[in-house]
């Protein structure tokens, strides 16, 4: 059955890494989601924070490329919209 989807603005106040919005009859396969993160410091909280002559050192594994991912996997997809 045909949809008609009227609107002025999609708002994203907060995308989120491996997201999406969808509007309507979708179909999508084969979705993966792969993320890595590292902090050298981490987070910081509060008011008037103060680093004096700080330095942050982060040595991760001496990669020569950093998150490199080999997905191979084949998804297949059989679907339509009508």
Known sequence: MPNLIV?????S????????????EFNSSGWDAN??????????YGLFNTFIGQWNLNLDS???????????????????NM
């Open 62 to 80: 001496f990669e020569s490329i950093d998150g490199m991912v080999n997905d191979q996997d084949f998804k297949p997809l059989l679907g339509g």
């Open 13 to 24: 106040n907060t995308p989120q890494q491996n997201a999406g919005i969808f509007v309507g």
């Open 7 to 11: 609107f002025g603005v999609i708002n």
């Open 35 to 44: 993320a890595k993160q590292n902090y050298g410091h981490g987070s910081v």
